[in-house]
């Protein structure tokens, strides 16, 4: 994988994208040269329309990423791929549209983006058959040799057996007396050098994967392996890299004090992302006034009660603030104490079901992070009974509040809503990997995304 801006990215997901781009650009070109014949105008040099190239290439190919195109069932069913780039395109179409007539210009003609849009369809749908072929081969993943032979050792197969895992493990080593749980595993006892057995294999990475490692760290194989050039990683590093976050089962504090991330220099980075949060949120709320408005008259013909609900959330810090949100449940719906929304829930109302998959309950929202209460992008804000049970059953919940809550947030985007304490786990993992590794682009990545589980009514209930 690639390390941009302190996020993972695998390099199968930069090769198809930077083909993507090309093509994108390609095709753009091809759709001017094919207007101005028809026309009969002369069609210029390629640097004449290089802003309206790179323009058309960078929406198209935002587009794509909000909606899911590189994601890992992207990756791995054709399918799936050429029908979310049939919705990023279509977007992305509108959109320049939009862009086009807010500019008051004719930087994008309409019979052009109409050419341009109907030549990327075919050159991404190939690229995907072409390529996309390709990443699957062995060629294109790491080969990992993984020293130990238990249940984390097993835990790495099965993530190596995903169809869109990027590394593929070549052997396993025991290196303890215990009776391995990888029964294919040689000991370490039976390779005489170590290093030129990794040389062989022709390794690029190596995992220690140990479930004791008191006394039993391999430290003169792995300085050996690591002057040769070889990567060498831990579990956790590994587990956090490949899967975007922090695994609780095998981290400890020592590991989240001495490991990257929690940077110091992040001063800048949230001066910039509270300017975004105003700017943003004060558009926000002055362009779906007359939604919200329309919204609590509905909510107020659908059921008795109030169309806004006021609740205490736990903040920055764990300090409590409130949210203010359309209501879509029944006013008497926490009569016996607050409780996880369920799936079909019976408390929610005709309305609320629809203003919660569409996620127009979350618009008013906008009001505390225009306050500085909240941000559009952290961890999910929960409510202080459930976070003071949370923080007694999970291990490391309270540094969720090092970084503001969000709206939206990688949680969100990356696990469906959570409704039990196994839910609360896992989507725990992922807030610890955003407040580790938070940056700009992580924001920008994750409310691109947040358009997909819009879409798609992903984790909305």
């Given at each position: 994988m690639i390390r941009l801006f302190k996020h993972y990215i695998p390099h199968a997901v930069i090769l198809l994208g930077l083909?993507?781009?090309?093509?994108?650009?390609?095709?753009?070109?091809?759709?001017?040269?094919?207007?101005?014949?028809q026309i009969g105008i002369d069609p210029g040099t390629v640097a004449s329309r290089a802003w309206q190239l790179s323009g058309y290439a960078g929406v198209i190919l935002l587009a794509m990423v909000a909606v899911g195109v590189y994601g890992s069932e992207a990756l791995r069913s054709m399918r799936f791929a050429t029908a979310r780039l049939l919705v990023a395109i279509s977007l992305g179409i509108i959109g320049l549209a939009v862009l086009d007539f807010v500019l008051g210009g004719h930087n994008f003609w309409r019979s052009v983006l109409a050419y341009a849009m109907g030549g990327s369809i075919i050159v991404l749908v190939m690229n995907r058959l072409v390529v996309g072929g390709l990443l699957g081969a062995s060629a294109f993943r790491r080969r990992v040799l993984v020293l130990g032979a238990g249940h984390r050792a097993e835990r790495l197969r099965n993530l190596s057996d995903r169809p869109e895992s990027g590394f593929a493990i070549v052997g396993y080593v025991a290196m303890t007396e215990s009776q391995p749980v990888i029964e294919e595993a040689i000991n370490r006892a039976g390779i005489n050098n170590l290093t030129r057995y990794?040389?062989?294999?022709?390794?690029?990475?190596?995992?220690?994967?140990?479930?004791?490692?008191?006394?039993?760290?391999?430290?003169a194989d792995l300085l050996r392996i690591k002057t040769t050039g070889v990567h060498v990683n831990d579990f956790s590093s590994f587990i956090e890299r490949e899967t975007g976050r922090i695994d609780l089962d095998t981290v400890n504090p020592s590991w989240l004090i001495f490991s990257d991330g929690f940077s110091s220099g992040r001063a800048i980075s949230s001066a910039a992302k509270r300017v975004?949060?105003?700017?943003?949120?004060?558009?926000?709320?002055?362009?779906?006034?007359?939604?919200?408005?329309?919204?609590?008259?509905?909510?107020?013909?659908?059921?008795?009660?109030?169309?806004?609900?006021?609740?205490?959330?736990?903040?920055?810090?764990?300090?409590?603030?409130?949210?203010?949100?359309?209501r879509s449940m029944r006013t008497d719906a926490e009569v016996g104490g607050a409780q996880f929304a369920q799936e079909n829930d019976p408390r929610v109302t005709r309305l609320g079901r629809f203003i919660r998959k569409v996620r127009i309950d979350e618009l008013p929202q906008a009001w505390a992070v225009l306050k500085g209460e909240m941000s559009f992008v952290g961890p999910r804000p929960e409510r202080p009974q459930f976070v003071a049970e949370l923080e007694q059953q999970l291990p490391f919940y309270a540094e969720r509040h090092m970084v503001k809550p969000g709206i939206t947030g990688w949680a969100q985007i990356n696990y469906p809503y959570g409704a039990n304490l196994e839910d609360s786990r896992h989507k725990l993992e992922f807030d610890l990997y955003y407040a580790k590794n938070y940056t700009p682009f992580l924001d920008l990545l994750i409310l691109l995304q947040t358009l997909r589980v819009i879409l798609w009514h992903e984790g909305a209930r």
């Open positions: 083909i993507d781009i090309a093509l994108l650009l390609v095709a753009a070109d091809f759709g001017w040269r094919l207007r101005a014949a990794v040389e062989n294999l022709g390794v690029s990475e190596v995992v220690l994967a140990l479930e004791e490692r008191r006394n039993s760290l391999p430290l975004f949060d105003i700017a943003a949120s004060s558009l926000l709320l002055i362009l779906t006034a007359p939604i919200i408005a329309l919204f609590a008259i509905l909510v107020k013909l659908d059921s008795k009660g109030p169309a806004f609900y006021r609740q205490s959330r736990v903040g920055l810090y764990g300090q409590p603030f409130d949210v203010v949100k359309l």
